[in-house]
């Protein structure tokens, strides 16, 4: 239901934009988060919007850096990511959760993606 895309090979420095499109159910009242994960670590919370898009929040590596935001219209959540670095190289993941307010450990999230591979080079 959640379909993760936009990922790939980039330069240290450069930027991918990543998207996030919903089927079979309207993620427009829900909070959308972004989560990562690299080879042999846990999976990390990377950013969240709430559902009014009123609210983003983002992990302490990635803010000044990543960007979160949503087209309820098309029921898409994106993030856009510029002056990527090695340290970014993970599996992306999209997940929605429909707390009152909007959570930041994977437990909290209730639907998932299937992830998209992000790798940055050196």
């Known amino acids: 239901q959640l379909q993760a895309s936009g990922g790939g090979l980039v330069q240290a420095g450069g930027f991918l934009r990543l998207s996030c499109a919903a089927s079979?159910?309207?993620?427009?009242?829900?909070?959308m988060g972004w989560f990562r994960q690299a080879p042999g670590k846990e999976r990390e919370f990377v950013a969240a919007?709430?559902?009014?898009?009123?609210?983003?929040y983002y992990g302490g590596s990635v803010k000044g850096r990543f960007t979160i935001s949503r087209d309820n219209a098309k029921n898409t959540v994106y993030l856009q990511m510029n002056r990527l670095k090695p340290e970014d190289t993970a599996v992306y993941y999209c997940?929605?959760?429909?707390?009152?307010?909007?959570?930041?450990?994977?437990?909290?999230?209730?639907?998932w993606g299937q992830g998209t591979q992000v790798t940055v080079s050196s």
């Open positions: 997940a929605a959760e429909n707390g009152f307010t909007v959570r930041f450990t994977r437990n909290d999230y209730d639907y």
């Open positions: 079979g159910r309207t993620f427009s009242r829900y909070n």
């Open positions: 919007i709430s559902w009014t898009a009123g609210s983003t």
